[in-house]
């Protein structure tokens, strides 16, 4: 049949308008919504990055400041003379001192809006003194825990008891477990802290979070539930870094964190926004963006019209003769009017839909033929040659005139013979199979006697009336006999044991010979695997496997592996129908 040639091809239709309707106006519209992002988004983290190293550096040099302070109030003349010599003071020139040092203090809390208050504890005289007063009291056990405590870290500053401490002894450093001469305690201002974290970034526009790494604490102005906590991780596992932005989702939200750590202080300022909040200068883009992807959704709507026209109509026209074919109407023909690639393809289906009508009867018929044969021809292939052996057993029986054991053995032979011999149909019941099997087991032990045991476990009733190719069972036990058991003195075992398991039977076959090498259990995986392939020669039990696939389908066959004996095991499984199982 001869095809006409088209006048226009509808490939350049299709390509030249997808070109031209989608990829200028998407092109431009990612273009657009990137660029906008990634220069608010830049322009933001830079701006929250210079806040954070700012209100840092301010807070730590304050810090630095307050800390001076405090080593010059440390060596202070009236505290040194009120913590080492106090007791040999007069009342009039204790009270004298202490008055002294209590402005000295005052005037030191009202030096920084950062001290919330200062105090200094004298265990020589029991006084703890503050810039407004004194009192009686020493906590021995607190200030060794401080002094501890104080062993174990390189910041100066400490959490205790819920406050915020700058802490100073004297003397520094002790070899026995006496008291400090003295202790100055600073305590700073928390609400402070927080006030002016609130400068740092509006309380509308998100938060900020001062993280001390060595005590595991923080200072918030803005509580969010969940996203303080995943704050918190955020910064702690990002310590020893100095300065790092970083994207955070808590509950379906964004938040862009800005973070500086100050190594000295051991502690980390971290702010947040939530990203949709600066991005609202990015609507106009936004806005833009949809305008474009509405008109192209307008022009697709247009352009899929035109081409439910051009192709949808002879596509379907199409499908559905090949659904026809599908369903074995092969008389079906189609047509096309336009000169395009659809003309073409509607003769090509045509010629295959001749062809296919004329060959495919023949060729099915052909299969089935050649299916039979094989069939026949692979239940044919079994090889009884452990014969010969028994016919010198039958021999040594008679020379030393044994008559019941040479009675009983051509028993066994005859029934064997009758079985193999008979020319019956190809499939037989399994209870007829598994008669046979035991006639060859007797055969066998008659030749080797007391050096093989064999368990045989009954066929489940319900399964022995299931048709199966005949000769599937003595191929498997006779290769046990042959190449695993034939060479053990004694001792050889051959289990045989049968189970039904998820709408199958199975068959498993071990034994402890000692022949079996990895080698050759991959090679005959290998055959097993190879059988479904055409000439490849099915003998033994390949010839098994190959004819249970014939009868039962792919799901069916052998299976070989190592047994816990040391031996081959072979697994069949034969499915079964709910009849069968019952």
Known sequence: MQVQRRRFTIYPKLLIAFLTAILPVYMLGIFLNQQVANSLREHILQSMQSNVKFYLTSLT???????????????????????????????????????????????????????????????????????????DGVPVDELSQIRSKMKHQTSPLLWWN??????????EYSFSDRPPAYLVEIEIDQDM???????????????????????????????????????????????????????????????????????????????????????????????LFWVLFMLSVIVIILFSYWIFKAIRNPLRKMVDAFHRVEQGDLSIRTSHDSHDEFRDLSDQFNNMAHQLQSLIQEVYEQQIRSQQSELKQLQSQINPHFLYNSFFILHQLIEFEDVDKAKEFVSYLGHYFQFITRDANSELLLGQEVKHAESYINIQTMRF?????????????????????????????????????????????????????NHSLYIRFEDNGIS??????????????????SGIETTGIVNVHRRLQIKFGSLSGLEVYRNDMGGLGVTMKIPLTKEDER
Do not use: W
């Open 516 to 533: 079996l090498t990895d080698d050759g259990l991959s090679q005959l995986t290998d055959k097993l695997a190879m059988t479904a392939k």
């Open 61 to 135: 040099d304050e810090i630095q400041r307050i800390d001076k302070f405090k080593q010059s109030l440390v060596v202070d003349e009236d505290l040194m003379t009120l913590g080492a010599v106090a007791p040999a003071l007069s009342e009039n020139e204790l009270r004298e001192a202490i008055l002294r040092l209590e402005k000295k203090l005052s005037l030191f809390k009202d030096s920084s809006s950062y001290i919330a208050d200062v105090t200094c504890y004298i265990p020589s005289i029991d006084k703890r003194i503050k810039p407004d007063n004194y009192a």
């Open 193 to 287: 802290i927080v006030k002016d974290l609130n400068n740092v970034i509006d309380q509308g526009q998100g938060g900020a979070l001062l993280y001390f790494h060595n005590s595991n604490r923080y200072i918030v102005n803005h509580t969010i539930d969940g996203l303080t906590d995943e704050l918190q991780k955020l910064v702690s596992r990002e310590e020893g870094s100095n300065n790092y932005n970083e994207v955070l989702e808590h509950s379906g939200k964004r938040y862009l964190v800005s973070m500086q750590t100050s190594p000295e202080y051991e502690m980390t300022l971290a702010i947040y926004t939530p990203e949709a909040l600066i991005m609202s200068d990015f609507d106009k883009f936004n806005a």
């Open 162 to 171: 819920n406050k915020l401490l700058l802490y100073s002894l004297y003397p």
């Open 449 to 501: 006697g007391d050096r093989i045991q064999v368990m045989l476990d009954p066929i489940p009733i319900a399964c022995e009336s299931l048709y199966v190719p005949r000769l599937i069972l003595q191929p498997i036990i006779e290769n046990a006999y042959m190449h695993g058991l034939e060479s053990k003195a004694s001792q050889g075992i051959l289990r045989i044991s049968n189970s039904v398991e």
